[in-house]
């Protein structure tokens, strides 16, 4: 669990309750079931018009990634690949055979298999980079539904309060009603502005930098498969990849 995630979440909640009670209002007057369906359900109304609905299960399915992120260790992954690089020098590429059952990640396990079946280099740089930017694409495709909902929100957002103030010019002849009409149809806009600002866009933030983390961990094992392929010296190769940590 990432608790800098989660505490900026929590946080968010707090400055705008917080930030309410300061301003001389009350937490009651936050809460308003018409701009709630016209923000979420619009936001969420908007979204499935855009996007693919696999597109739209794949970002729901990234979404606990931005409070259990990945872990992106590349310098134990530069040590696994030394390791493979001396077992295929001391025993041949079918050396590796049994490290490919040992792992969990499909991809490192396709990358072996590829070494194991005696791929040619650019072969299986070719395999392995075509794998890479597909993945990278869908999941960066992930990521922008987040970013179109930090888009979407705000928009919800005047649209309801424009539909309250419209309430409000119907109401004109009971000015006691007015002061309430108007405080509600401004809650709409605090729903859409916060939900963008708060959440949906620095979660889509968050989700791009942990793809790139992830396209780079994938480009040194792709460069140090490609490296063992070759026959590389071992030492050759952790110094060309400790490269990607500069």
Partial sequence: MDLVSLIGTILAFVVIIVGTILKGSSIEALWNPAAFVIVFMGTIAALLVQTQGKVLKHAIGMLPMVYKPPRHQPDDLISRVIGWSEISRRQGLLGLEPQIDSEQDGFIRKGLQLLVDGSEPEAIRGVLEVEQETREHVDLA??????????YSPTMGIIGAVMGLMAV?????????????????FVATIYGVALANLLMLPMASRL????????????ILIEGLVSIARGDNPRQIESRLQGYLA
């Fill in 142 to 151: 992930g990521a922008k539904v987040f970013e179109q909902a930090g888009i």
């Fill in 208 to 219: 791009k930098g942990m793809i790139h983390k992830q396209g780079q961990m994938r480009e």
């Fill in 169 to 185: 010019m119907q109401n004109l002849a009971d000015p006691s009603k007015l002061g309430h009409g108007i405080a509600a149809a």
